[in-house]
């Protein structure tokens, strides 16, 4: 059991799932707080960045284990996130106006949309490190 969980992929999952629901939480208070002032769309961005800061050290610590790096690890991870961001504004509205879902569980399936693109761009580009690095974090070297 322990090795399951020491596994960076089961880490993510697991740190992916916390901050979700993170995410949901704070997107559907600022929905249902502002949202008749300001529509579904600021609420979005307003959890997007309350959900990268939490996110990013959960997955530095618990994840991906790196030290050392951590603006140039911040920049990076802030901008996989704000491709999902981008990706994810596509995504909302096509689901609430094209398909009439009801905002917050469109929100939650595009929400599992990028939680799949964002394992990805960190494995590969936040967290990246040299393979003498990765291997000491017992990753897999990346090209």
């Known amino acids: 059991m322990t ?3 020491r596994d960076h992929r089961t880490a993510y999952v697991l740190v992916g799932a916390a901050n979700a629901v993170i995410f949901i939480a704070v997107f559907s208070l600022g929905y249902l707080l502002l949202g ?12 997007y960045a309350v959900a990268i800061l939490c996110a990013f050290g959960l997955h530095r610590k618990f994840v991906f284990k790196v030290r ?3 603006w140039t690890d911040l920049w990076r991870f802030t901008l996989v996130n704000l ?3 981008a990706i994810n504004s ?4 096509l689901l609430v106006e094209v398909a009439g879902l ?3 569980p469109a929100q939650v399936l595009a929400t599992f949309v990028t ?3 964002n394992y990805f761009g960190h494995l590969r580009f936040s967290f990246r490190r040299t393979h003498a690095s990765e291997d000491e974090r017992g990753l ?4």
Do not use: D, N, T
């Not at 008749?36 to 959890?47: S, W």
């Not at 897999?140 to 090209?143: C, S, T």
């Open 3 to 5: 090795r399951v969980i």
């Open 36 to 47: 008749p002032y300001v529509g579904y769309m600021p609420c979005l961005v307003g959890a």
């Open 68 to 70: 050392g790096q951590v």
């Open 83 to 85: 491709s999902s961001l």
């Open 90 to 93: 596509a995504l909302l509205p």
């Open 102 to 104: 009801p905002v917050v």
């Open 115 to 117: 939680i799949v693109l």
């Open 140 to 143: 897999e070297p990346v090209g």
